[in-house]
């Protein structure tokens, strides 16, 4: 006798959390259970469709062929579901849980990190996740609701609003510029150690401006984090191209070749199609364009005359 598929809900938030991880232990994780517990569930529901959704290897668990449709109807489902629960609550209620944001460092840590106090307040019964690790985080295996990003997905299932320009420049501890010549042109700048990113670990083309200033700049320092470029420049270790709305609260910087180097590059907030209509997931979104709107002055800012 021919078994009938039989598996609930949950078996289905099990596949969509090892899907989405590839890992029975990080599944295991954010489903708030245990590693035999994920694995269990994951039998029983290839036993109960009669297919191999996964094929185990010592990296984790890989979606088969049958396992990537598989997982397009899950996620029709998680979406019913979660509009489902946006019919049943209202008002407030509906404003509950927890949403995962994914943002640079720059942006996260130097902007965001300091308006989470007034969303709090806004909403108390949401819980906000703020993700920096520098490899984008998937929307589409949901490791993130939100994200920023600096260079866009080109196609996928995403809603892509522009948030905002925001202007960079050369900038260089007062300590270090006072011992030094004056720098009139751009061709001075290669007599000037540089601090920057480092090449081969850029995880986004808007990041790579180095040539866009002087193809001959070679940084001497190089990381992968903001962070450490700043502290450095404050150190005296060289120059360094900053966003505006990160050395605007360092007194200690000051601007090189204001009018001669400006750069501009761009924010944008992603949401998978099916998250957007969530209202936790809203909340979160209309925040961060109302709160970037109202500071836009911190992204561009203003270049004093001469």
């Known amino acids: 006798m021919t078994a009938s598929p039989n598996f609930t809900w949950d078996d289905l938030q099990y596949f969509l959390a090892v899907a989405r991880t590839g890992q029975l232990s990080v599944a295991a994780r954010q489903l708030r259970t245990s590693h035999a517990t994920v ?48 019919d049943i609550f209202s008002g407030s209620a509906a404003h509950q849980g927890v949403v995962r944001l994914s943002a640079p460092e720059g942006i996260a840590n130097f902007f965001l990190a300091h308006q989470i106090g007034d969303f709090t307040v806004q909403h108390p019964n949401l819980s906000l996740e703020l993700v920096t690790i520098q490899q984008i985080m998937s929307l589409s295996r949901k490791e993130a609701d939100i994200a920023i990003s600096l260079d866009p997905p080109k196609g996928g299932p995403y809603e892509i609003e522009k948030i905002t320009d925001y202007r960079l420049n050369i900038y260089g501890a007062k300590s270090y510029l006072s011992e030094r010549p004056e720098i009139k042109s751009r061709d001075d700048l290669l007599l000037h150690p540089f601090i920057g990113y480092i090449q081969d670990m850029i995880f986004a083309p808007g990041l790579d401006y180095l040539g866009d200033v002087h193809p001959g700049i070679r940084p001497r320092f190089q990381s992968s984090s903001i962070s450490a470029q700043l502290t450095a420049t404050l150190q005296g270790q060289g120059l360094c191209i900053l966003p505006h709305f990160i ?35 809203r909340s979160v979104a209309d925040y961060l364009l109302a709160v970037v709107q109202n500071n836009r002055d911190a992204f561009l800012g203003e270049i004093e005359s001469a």
Do not use: C, W
């Open 247 to 281: 050395a605007r609260r360092q007194p200690d910087l000051e601007l090189v070749l204001p009018r001669e180097v400006q750069l501009t590059r761009h924010y944008y907030l992603v949401r998978h199609r099916d998250m957007s209509r969530i209202p936790r997931v």
């Open 39 to 86: 694995s269990r569930r994951i039998d029983r529901l290839e036993f109960s469709l009669r297919i191999k959704l996964f094929e185990r290897n010592p990296r984790g668990y890989v979606l088969t062929g049958i396992g990537q449709r598989f997982i397009e109807a899950a996620e029709r489902m998680e979406a019913e579901a979660d509009r489902l629960q946006m």
